[in-house]
């Protein structure tokens, strides 16, 4: 099937002001920045290009059947030891982090928020296509 969706390319993401938000992340995060002008940034980060684009009172997140509030991108490390580390990492460099969670299926996870409130997630299961490479 030629018609198939191959992968994600892009992710929007809503913040206050492009060039303070592209700063975090990419001195938090590693992201590398491609463009940046007053309504938007263009970063690559795990191998997606994020557009932080400027919003006023807006995030990412939203709030699923039962009141929680979720986050819409889930990042992946190559099991529990690295996702211990990445944890680790983050609080060391002053990222908001949650603790460590048992959701009841494979692996472990948390959750992480960038300065203008974005929830992000991160799983200790690395998809097979990324074991392969």
């Known amino acids: 099937m030629n018609n198939q969706l191959i992968r994600v390319g892009t992710i929007y993401i809503p913040v206050k002001d492009p060039a303070s938000s592209s700063e975090w992340y990419k ?18 980060l795990a191998d997606i290009s994020l557009f932080l684009v400027k919003a006023v009172g807006q995030t990412s997140n939203f709030f699923d059947v039962n ?3 979720r986050f819409i991108l889930t990042y992946e490390v190559d099991g529990l030891e690295a996702l211990a580390s990445i944890h680790a990492d983050f609080r060391e460099r002053g990222i908001k982090v949650g603790e460590i969670e048992n959701r009841g299926h494979a ?27």
């Open 27 to 44: 001195g938090k995060l590693g992201a590398k920045l491609n463009y940046l002008d007053d309504e938007k940034a263009i970063l690559n």
């Open 67 to 69: 009141g929680a509030e």
């Open 107 to 133: 692996g472990r996870n948390f959750v992480f928020s960038d300065p203008d409130g974005n929830k992000f997630d991160v799983w200790s299961e690395l998809s097979d296509e990324f074991k392969r490479s």
